[in-house]
């Protein structure tokens, strides 16, 4: 298994207040994902790094930053949370160098926003 | 831009019948096409993939082949097992892309009966 840490894996917050999920590799790989999952919406992207310091918007980046100060380290963070970002996070990561880049993920945080 | 169509669910099927889980997509490039599957309380894992126009990808008794005419890659089983219950993902991601994206369908959750 790929390694993989998500942090909090559950967390209960109240609307307003910030929020920062962690995700930790140990697999050196040099691409890292956060997606949200939502009932008949899948999987959606938030924000991708490709590398220390780079990193960009995927499609539902609004009301979301991310860090990535550390190869082994990728922060999504919510400034205020709103009751519309209860959801189930995952993070992934992927080393594109390899054949496909196939996508490995972590178990998941599940926030939920009063 | 790119994107997947999967099959909505759920699906029900009884012990040992044959399974089909529809996928297209649509890809500017020559995308890698992937089926992912996520069992209950975990994350997502990589079930089978397929890089190139007619590759058949398989895996545990699933199967899928990249047909670029029909843009199709349809996820296939002969027959299922109580253990197979889960939901499943399909995926292109298109390697030429900056950030190794991944486009996900919408899931489709399966359920076998015995």
């Known amino acids: 298994d790929a390694g993989i840490t998500q942090s909090p894996r559950h967390k209960v917050t109240e609307t307003g207040t910030p929020v920062t999920l962690r995700c930790h590799q140990t697999e050196n790989h040099r691409y890292m994902y956060w997606y949200r999952q939502d009932p008949g919406h899948g999987l959606r992207l938030i924000h991708y790094s490709y590398g220390v310091k780079d990193t960009d918007k995927g499609e539902v980046s609004d009301g979301y930053s991310v860090s990535r100060s550390k190869t082994e380290d990728f922060l999504l963070t919510l400034e205020s949370a709103t009751s519309s970002q209860t959801s189930v996070y995952f993070c992934a990561i992927s080393e594109r160098a390899t054949n496909t880049g196939e996508l490995f993920f972590g178990e998941g945080s599940r926030l939920t926003v009063l | 831009g790119d994107s997947v169509t999967q099959m909505e669910g759920p699906v029900t099927l009884s012990e040992e019948a044959f399974l089909t889980i529809n996928c297209t997509y649509t890809a500017t490039g020559y995308p890698s096409l992937f089926w992912y599957v996520q069992y209950p309380g975990e994350g997502l894992q990589l079930l089978l993939k397929?890089?190139?126009?007619?590759d058949k990808g398989s895996n545990k008794g699933f199967e899928a082949t990249y047909r670029k005419e029909t843009t199709s890659f349809h996820l296939e089983k002969g027959s299922v097992q109580v253990s197979d219950s889960a939901v499943y993902f399909c995926?292109?991601?298109?390697?030429?892309?900056?950030?190794?994206?991944?486009?996900f369908g919408t899931g489709t959750s399966l359920t076998v009966i015995p």
């Open positions: 397929a890089t190139k126009a007619d």
């Open positions: 995926a292109l991601s298109d390697l030429r892309n900056t950030g190794n994206q991944f486009y």
